[in-house]
């Protein structure tokens, strides 16, 4: 009785059926699939669940090619992705920024890419990338570039520069609004103190606006880099991991894993073993805002 009269109980009451949502949804799902990643566990034996193997799993990962191969290819997307779509969307708030008329259209706009969802923008990549009836393999035969029909898809190189290019143009617009939202927050005195000083554009862009921009930079990076360590969707849309595995992330690899090979419970161990990659740009990044942060004179 006396928790129901103290000043706590209201709120706490209000959040219980919240909390415990979130236990049935999260916390033993999360719970369920660590323990299966200590067991031989297949999808098609169900008495395997009981099977203990202990650290099996995770010391058969250490000499899997395949998981290490993904692995690699993961860590490269995502450097590359992310690379680009800062450059891209930095680029493109600039340009907005600077625009006196039209602006709310273009944000508009701008937006556009990131309301379809992954599983849609796969579809529309793999058709435009088609070999016989591809937007690309169309437009390069209608300009007479060449004759030949080119199998984007089927190609190891040209297969995940498709998929690079889905990806990058999907995202791009969160670079974009996150940055251009820092530009507009952005006080004008320096800058135009810097001008009165004779510094020239880059001058102040590189000593002034960059340096103010990074905390939204940092902050966009560790939102996306979760994102694209995750990615699954556009992969097993356009490729499905192939040809011969050489577009095969690790989340296509886990799934193929546990739903196809059923090996659920080695499946659990990659996704436990890959989540270490999620945690590391995470804390890299928000080490490299705290930082950001204290240049610019924040509390870190």
Known sequence: MRFFRSRLSPPLLLLMPAFVIIALVVALPLLFSLYTSFTGYRLVQPASLWQWVGWRNYQRLLTDVDFWWAFGRTVVFLTVALNLELVIGLGIALLIDKLTAGQRIIRTIMMFPMMFSPILVGFQFKYIFNDNVGLVNNAIQSLGWSDVTIPWLVNPVTANLAILMAEVWMSTPI???????????????????????????????????????????????????????????????????GPAGRTELLWTLIARTGYQDARMGMANAMSYASILLSVYFTVYFFRKLAAARRTMGGVA
């Open 175 to 241: 670079f974009a609004i996150l940055l251009l939202a820092g530009l507009m927050a952005m006080p004008r005195d320096p800058i135009e103190a810097a001008k009165v000083d004779g510094c020239n554009p880059w001058q102040v862009f590189r000593h002034i606006t960059l340096p103010y921009l990074m905390p939204f930079v940092y902050i966009a990076m560790a939102i996306r880099s979760l994102d694209v360590a995750r990615a699954y969707d556009m992969v097993k849309i356009m490729t499905n991991g």
